[in-house]
């Protein structure tokens, strides 16, 4: 009884004063929009990014190496010992029992200098296992060219995918199109390229010898790996065309994919163990322990989401602090009347507490369903834009984020709570006859 009259009073009371609260009404709204829509977009931000490591590069869940140094285990790519054919069998074996792994890729590093057509450069490059790494980056990133084939789906043994400014420097006509990711049922763009006539050469020093080898390939595509430096000396060729190249049965590192849903962290360290088990020695690493990027853009987002959250619940707090105060003491003699009848001051704080959270929860849900147009709009728009220092484009998208909308709606509705009992508090501290008497 006493929770239905309080619902039924404090919704007539909001029907009847909550035009004076139209501002506060509107400050709310728009900061719950502004909130939800703004962690979506950092979100979908933080994926692409994830993507671009996890998918785009290959790595995978997990990255299995062998250092040289403390320094390589803190930075990709400064150094690693090669694995061996022995040990590579061992690992193997070992990702074939554990019931996490669904793809894994061989890869080994090679540079060198390249030439074709009298033009001679320097080229660092990546052999690896072409339909494995396929499996690992998946539909949205396996065309991973901009023009020609993939190594996928070329028949050539002696195939080679060069980068844009290395295929340009050799005298490729090239298209300038980046890199962008499929979406789903959107069918690659298939580009045609022109080269010199002739193989191009790749020369290189073997690995246990110390000699100069040299392989004569067949440039099959053009890619855009998105950073200029890169693109400028990307070499990318078959796991057998690199190890024939430096005479080797080595591979540098694998690159395990694990399924959908599987929990990375059990994953590595049930590896780590088989590892440790069978005196393999090699480190196991997640994708996210070096990407020194990808950590600088999730703090870069997360801190302007923060300061955002921030402005926005001062200002909705100090808004609704001002109109509960106003309202309050416009009141002063209706509410001292409800003491005086026999209501206790719970209840009249109850009664104050719930308009405000009448008022809260309209904005939350209008703000809400703001955000979710919003961030439907911008899905279905399909917009891309190439960010400063690369050049793939990236899709402009909104996450969906329910656990956000969630909290920003409870996060109000206190805020709205805390605004209404510090000036209730106040006016129910004054004796009844005082606040009866007071015009």
């Known amino acids: 009884m006493r929770e239905k009259l309080l619902m039924s009073l404090s919704a007539r009371n909001v029907w009847r004063h909550g035009r004076r609260s139209a501002g506060t009404f509107a400050i709310m709204l728009v900061s719950v929009l502004a909130l939800d829509?703004?962690?979506?977009?950092?979100?979908?931000?933080?994926?692409?990014?994830?993507?671009?490591?996890m998918r785009w590069g290959a790595r995978g869940h997990l990255v299995i190496e062998r250092p040289v140094s403390p320094l390589a285990e803190r930075f990709e790519g400064v150094g690693q010992h090669l694995i061996e054919p022995p040990a590579q069998r061992a690992i193997e074996s070992i990702l074939a029992d554990e019931g996490a792994v669904a793809a894994y890729s061989r890869s080994l590093g090679v540079t060198g200098m390249i030439t074709s057509a009298g033009v001679t450069g320097i080229f660092e490059g990546v052999g690896y296992d072409a339909d494995a790494v396929r499996r690992?980056?998946?539909?949205a990133y396996e065309y991973d060219v901009v023009a020609g084939q993939p190594l996928w789906m070329t028949a050539n043994a002696d195939a080679v995918v060069l980068g844009q400014g290395l295929a340009g420097m050799l005298g490729c006509n090239v298209p300038q199109e980046g890199f962008a990711p499929l979406r789903v049922g959107e069918s690659p763009a298939e580009r045609r390229f022109s080269c010199p006539p002739g193989p191009v050469q790749l020369s290189t020093v073997t690995e246990h010898t110390g000699y100069v080898n040299a392989t004569q390939l067949k440039t099959t595509g053009v890619m855009d790996w998105g950073i200029k430096e890169v693109n400028d000396r990307l070499v990318v060729l078959p796991l057998a065309t690199a190890q024939r190249l430096l005479d080797t049965g080595d591979v540098s590192e694998y690159r395990v994919l694990l399924h959908p849903g599987a929990d990375m962290p059990a994953a590595q360290r049930r590896i780590v163990e088989a590892f440790r088990g069978s005196g393999i020695d090699a480190s196991v690493f997640r994708w996210s322990d070096r990407a020194t990027f990808y950590h600088e853009v999730r703090g870069v987002l997360l801190s302007f989401f923060g300061f955002v959250l921030a402005v926005a619940s001062i200002v909705s707090f100090t808004s609704l602090l001002n109109a509960s105060y106003m309202n309050v003491m416009r009141r002063k003699r209706e509410l001292a009347t409800l003491r005086s009848v026999g209501y206790s001051r719970g209840f009249v704080s109850a009664m104050t507490a719930l308009e405000n959270v009448w008022l809260a929860a309209a904005a939350a849900v209008g703000g809400t369903l703001g955000a979710l147009a919003v961030t439907y709009g911008v899905r279905q728009a399909g917009w891309m834009w190439t960010p400063p220092g690369s050049s793939n484009a990236v899709p402009v998208t909104i996450a969906w984020v329910p656990t956000t909308y969630a909290v920003v709606f409870a996060g109000l509705v206190l805020l709205a709570i805390l605004a209404s009992w510090i000036p209730t508090r106040r006016i129910l501290a004054a004796p009844i006859r005082s606040a009866l008497t007071d015009i």
């Open 37 to 53: 829509v703004l962690f979506g977009y950092v979100a979908a931000n933080l994926q692409l990014t994830q993507d671009a490591f």
């Open 136 to 139: 690992i980056k998946g539909p």
